[in-house]
């Protein structure tokens, strides 16, 4: 007799969209049932991750979650599983032109200047010291980000879509680099929504805002956005802080 049991088990937190979000929303995309310790609530999630984080059945410890369970395989790293997924349910461009190593180069190039950036700007000292301790150094990173490297960022997604010729970065195909870029810019226009508004009222970005319109009106997407399962922001990565949410002058 078969299992009722769903393959694949997400082993995260609830109550934030973390990394672990983004692996939702490639679910959600690819329609594919799968477990959420997530669902145990937050004092059952954080048991969930302790226990896998040992690691088990040939699967070595791991640092810290989200992770991926699917048969005896476990594995860590929200890029890692990702590309783990995105092969399987056809979200990783052409194997035959390996676009695979394309689409994750996208993905990780994202996570990193528009995720990680993001929470180390609210957390410039330590990231286990609370933004209130932290206040006026992460008033300063933000303000410096905000000018220099935000732009660039920007700047770099629109290049991408403009020389990719077609609605996604990897043309015309989806991938779950535009996932990931959807949830990342979703996440700063949450953070930073002053500054979001100006920079789409520029124009110099156009491409990347109808990137983002374009994936949150997926079917598949907005129904996951529209469900209770879509994790609100409030903490975590993207926070905000309306005295960091400030235009800076001779913003590009």
Aim: charged share 20%.
């Amino acid at each position: 007799m078969a299992s009722s049991t769903p393959p694949y088990e997400l082993v995260y937190y609830t109550g934030v969209p973390g990394r672990g979000e983004h692996i939702r929303l490639l679910f959600a995309e690819a329609n594919v049932i799968y477990s959420d310790t997530g669902s145990l609530g937050m004092a059952g999630a954080r048991q969930a991750v302790v226990e896998h984080l040992k690691g088990h059945q040939n699967n070595p410890p791991y640092y810290a979650p989200p992770m991926l369970k699917h048969g005896d395989l476990l594995i860590s790293q929200t890029s890692n599983i990702l590309m783990y997924l995105g092969q399987k349910f056809g979200l990783a461009g052409s194997a035959a032109n390996s676009d695979e190593y394309r689409v994750n180069a996208l993905a990780l190039t994202a996570l990193d200047g528009l995720s990680n950036e993001v929470h180390d700007n609210h957390h410039p000292l330590v990231s286990d010291l609370p933004y209130e301790d932290q206040k006026d150094e992460s008033i300063r990173r933000n303000k410096e980000w905000l000018k220099l490297r935000f732009p660039k960022h920007l700047a770099y997604w629109q290049l991408v879509l403009e020389q990719s010729k077609g609605q996604w970065l990897m043309g015309d195909t989806f991938t779950y680099a535009d996932i990931v870029l959807f949830q990342c810019i979703d996440g700063v226009k949450f953070a930073y929504p002053n500054v979001m508004a100006h920079a789409e009222k520029s124009g110099k970005y156009t491409a990347v805002f109808q990137l983002w319109d374009c994936v949150r009106l997926r079917p598949n997407i907005a129904a996951y956005l529209a469900s209770d399962k879509r994790q609100k922001y409030d903490w975590g990565i993207y926070r905000n802080y309306p005295e960091s949410d400030v235009v800076p002058t001779q913003a590009a």
